[in-house]
């Protein structure tokens, strides 16, 4: 009961600049993201890898730096792309690619480096190819499994807002001198 009285003595000014900080924390996160997003041309700059489809090259969990090239995708480049309907966007080599004649339009082929067989099947029906606007980016670097972190708090829901339970409790009752 001592802490909830501490909390109601303590000035309104000391909440609004713990949440002010906040804000400033939450949008500083949110600038960085665009200002990333703006620099390599893609909507997503950085991905988690979710599986183990391109081992040896990428574990689980490791954290993808990506950018959007002008240039049109080679065979070799290891790309991500997300298909329309599907939420989860896939990072796989490009194992073919396509040209129309008509119009130049480029269709790839991918296939993860520890998968059996290519990409089709993950497609949607009756798709055999993706194209350029389906590539999210191309792999540029990658840091090992800084992204377990993604994946434990998406796998394990009740340890997320264990997490940020503690956080806010941190931040509640944390004394800035």
């Not at 997300?82 to 480029?106: C, M, S």
């Not at 055999?128 to 540029?140: A, F, S």
């Amino acid at each position: 009961m001592d802490v909830v009285r501490n909390l109601a003595r303590q000035p309104i000014r000391r909440h609004l600049q713990q949440f002010m900080n906040f804000c400033l924390i939450v949008s500083s996160a949110l600038m960085i993201w665009k200002g990333l997003s703006v620099v390599t041309n893609s909507e997503s700059p950085i991905v988690v890898v979710l599986s183990e489809s391109m081992e040896p090259a990428f574990a689980r969990g490791d954290l993808l730096f990506l950018s959007l090239p002008t240039a049109p995708l080679a065979i070799g480049d290891i790309c991500v792309y997300k298909l329309a309907g599907k939420d989860i966007p896939i990072v796989h080599r490009v194992l073919e690619l396509h040209q129309d004649a008509t119009d130049g339009t480029q269709y790839m082929l991918t296939k993860g480096d520890n998968n059996p067989t290519d990409d089709r099947a993950l497609y949607n029906p009756g798709q055999m190819w993706i194209k350029q606007e389906d590539v999210v980016g191309k792999v540029q670097g990658f840091v090992p499994y800084v992204g377990m972190v993604t994946i434990i708090l998406n796998d394990y829901p009740k340890f997320k807002y264990l997490a940020l339970s503690v956080m806010g409790m941190f931040a509640l009752f944390s004394k800035e001198e």
